[in-house]
């Protein structure tokens, strides 16, 4: 039977995205705060198609690749969401300044999103390992915001068991 309370509408208003170092639980990771046009989470399978000499066509598709991408737009211009949209840790700000160039280490996160679930629950993703891709934009303009846009790719984290391995959903 259709529902009509299923049908998702927003995200939540407070809480709705916080990027902790890897491994870090949401009670430290850092609220980005506001953010623009949503949280768009992208999820692909590639496949091999089985065929034969037998028969015309597939017998089979068989998983290849999975690949999980979440993407926003941070709204607020502080110097820590720069470093974030760069691909550098928070604790790389130190006395208002953020040095960039030759970095060190890969800089994994954890990320929490917290939006509205099916009728009216709450809905928390948790990507566990992520590494941005740090080719993020901005730009400071006399008609609008300045805008970080942000894109993480979800890598597989071995430390949880098959089938957990990207992230975690929990409606509450």
Same mark, same amino acid.
């Given at each position: 039977?259709?529902?009509?309370?299923?049908?998702?509408?927003?995200?939540?208003?407070?809480?709705?995205? &916080?990027?902790?170092?890897?491994?870090?639980?949401?009670?430290?990771?850092?609220?980005?705060?506001?953010?623009?046009?949503?949280?768009?989470?992208?999820?692909?399978?590639?496949?091999?198609?089985?065929?034969?000499?037998?028969?015309?066509?597939?017998?089979? &598709?068989?998983?290849?690749?999975?690949?999980?991408?979440?993407?926003?737009?941070?709204?607020?211009?502080?110097?820590?969401?720069?470093?974030?949209?760069?691909?550098?840790?928070?604790?790389?700000?130190?006395?208002?300044?953020?040095?960039?160039?030759?970095?060190?280490?890969?800089?994994?996160?954890?990320?929490?999103?917290?939006?509205?679930?099916?009728?009216?629950?709450?809905?928390?993703?948790?990507?566990?390992?992520?590494?941005?891709?740090?080719?993020?934009?901005?730009?400071? &303009?006399?008609?609008?915001?300045?805008?970080?846009?942000?894109?993480?790719?979800?890598?597989?984290?071995?430390?949880?068991?098959?089938?957990?391995?990207?992230?975690?959903?929990?409606?509450?």
């Amino acid at each position: 039977m259709a529902l009509t309370t299923n049908i998702v509408v927003g995200l939540q208003s407070t809480n709705t995205m &916080k990027i902790g170092n890897y491994g870090d639980n949401e009670a430290t990771a850092i609220d980005v705060g506001l953010i623009k046009g949503g949280v768009h989470i992208e999820y692909e399978e590639a496949f091999h198609d089985v065929k034969i000499d037998q028969a015309i066509g597939s017998i089979d &598709k068989i998983t290849t690749d999975e690949t999980l991408k979440v993407k926003t737009t941070l709204a607020e211009a502080t110097l820590e969401n720069l470093a974030t949209a760069l691909g550098y840790k928070t604790t790389d700000v130190s006395s208002s300044t953020l040095n960039i160039g030759d970095r060190q280490a890969d800089n994994y996160r954890t990320i929490y999103v917290n939006v509205n679930g099916a009728d009216s629950t709450s809905r928390k993703y948790t990507f566990h390992k992520c590494k941005i891709n740090p080719s993020a934009t901005h730009s400071y &303009k006399k008609d609008g915001e300045t805008l970080f846009d942000i894109e993480f790719e979800v890598l597989i984290d071995t430390t949880k068991t098959q089938g957990q391995r990207f992230a975690q959903i929990i409606e509450a």
